[in-house]
């Protein structure tokens, strides 16, 4: 029930292998190469940092007084300019690009 709960208000569900695989650098090299590429808008890598520090879609609407759906549309933009299937995958490329840092 909370997986579906998870995936009901946007969010992304992975198993810890998954996570473990991305983290190591399998599939997340389109991320990364994405990163290096990226032309995001000013809102985009707002809204990335946001998603860096764990924050959901429905936080990062309420934290930057946005819409939810508006959100969600910068957090697809970012996916695409990134070359990322995931959040997951935007935040360690984000990570492993020092775009954002562990701080």
Known sequence: MQAVRLVAAGESLLFPAAIRGLA??????????????????????????????GLSSGEIAEQLFLGLQTVKTHVSSVLGKLGARDRTQAVIAAYESGFVSPN
């Open 24 to 53: 190591a650098g399998r599939g997340s090299r389109s991320a990364r190469d994405g990163m290096a590429r990226a032309a995001l808008t000013e809102r985009e890598a707002e809204v990335l940092r946001l998603m860096s520090r």
